[in-house]
């Protein structure tokens, strides 16, 4: 599927919208223009990473993901909960509870995808051993950050490790050993991931990196939780499923999970959108040279932090602290020694399709035309007030030039632009009022 014409999660809900300008200041690449009293996002800049979910105070912006009963379009239905899921519960004494639930509202089956994190951190670390690789390596687990490269940071794509993320290796695993085990075809099962983010969803529809998802649909974690609560609430004094991950692969939920366990020495992990864009920009200037693995999550506090979780992020990741230093103490295992080499080399772990830029910041296609463009765009900056008010419809004056270079707006929208016309227009009116009173009195 083109990048051009890709499937969003995150929509606009025109009848709630009141053209506040909250989401136009927060967007991060800059793909929300505010017109005729109502928001537009722009297509082509939108990564799905949900800030303007998180801004809006009239709940304008929502998100699309399919809805719990969309299982029962399959014969067979396989859950695949993000770690994040168990943060969702308070004082949880045993994951295996939340895996049981979810086969009590109606999962025929249950795979982690912190046992595939565990894989791909396994898959990653042997990528790091190659010395003619970028330095740092990238990860691609968090979709928003790898289309944000794609966006803004062109450059940056040779640095994303070509490896599918723990979403996918769990859908592919899933679904083939179910078929084995119970003897039916790939067809009649549905996998379905429960997500904290809208990205995974568009990540879902629109792939990065490969031609197809093996996953089937994404339901939101906040929709499961609602129905999985009084069932995880029931189990407390039963025994629930046993958890096939490490702690290494249930910390992949908060930020330092992934690096903590692929390179704990040399290795950076940033959490929110705004301050990825900021390490990202040093990373593509040189400035960490000794940088070896790059984790970026768009949500603060990781994926504890999505758009589509129940509790607060900050209580979450501590939930997840707490399941992890529970997990290390039943069995705390060497993190290259979790996953046995036969898992590693039965499932194909490596990416199908080039990741290629998503060229929305260009001018023109043209060289020499985008050229013209550009000095056109810096002749208008100059005449700007450099205010960044949003009060034009665009985030920036910046944005404003390119907007007007681009067809979409004329300087007049400017406010301030228009309030020194008006000026000028009253300052002629009187010049001519006492011009008119001078020729009287002359008569």
Sequence with gaps: MSEMKRFHSVRLDKKLCKGCTNCLMHCPTEAIRVHDGRAHIIDERCIDCGECIRVCDYHAKIVETDPLESIRSFKYSIALPAPSLYAQFRNLKDIGYVLAGLKKIGFDDVFEVARAADIVSCAIRDKLRDPTLPRPLISSACPTVVRLIQVRFPDLIPNIVDI????????????????????????????????????????????????????????????????????????????????????????????????????????????????????????????????????????????????????????????????????????????????????????????????????????????HAAMEKMERMNKIIEGLPGYDCGSCGSPTCRAFAEDIVRGYFTENACIHKMREQLKIMAQRMVDLAQISSYEEKKE
């Design 164 to 367: 599918r993320q723990p979403m996918e290796v769990a859908a592919d695993i899933a679904r083939t050993e179910f078929c084995k085990k119970n003897g039916c075809s790939p067809e009649e099962v549905g996998v379905f991931f429960i997500t904290p983010c809208p990205a995974k969803m568009t990540a879902i529809r629109s792939p990065i990196g490969q031609k197809k998802s093996c996953v089937d649909g994404a339901i939101s974690m906040m929709e499961i939780y609602r129905v999985l609560r009084p069932h995880v609430a029931k189990m407390q004094n039963e025994e629930g499923l046993q958890s096939r991950s490490t702690h290494y692969g249930i910390g992949w939920a908060a930020s330092n999970g992934e690096s903590r366990v692929v390179c704990p020495d040399d290795s950076l992990s940033v959490d929110g959108i705004h301050n990825c864009i900021r390490v990202l920009e040093e990373i593509e200037n040189d400035k960490f040279g000794d940088l070896v693995f790059f984790e970026g999550n768009a949500c603060v506090g990781g994926c504890v932090g999505g758009p589509l979780v129940y509790e607060n992020n900050y209580v979450a990741k501590n939930n997840i602290r707490k399941l992890v230093s529970a997990a290390k103490a039943k069995k705390n295992e060497d993190p290259a020694q979790a996953v046995p080499v036969s898992m590693m080399n039965k499932y194909d772990l490596y990416m199908d399709e080039e990741i290629r830029p998503n060229p929305v910041m260009k001018l023109d296609e043209d060289m």
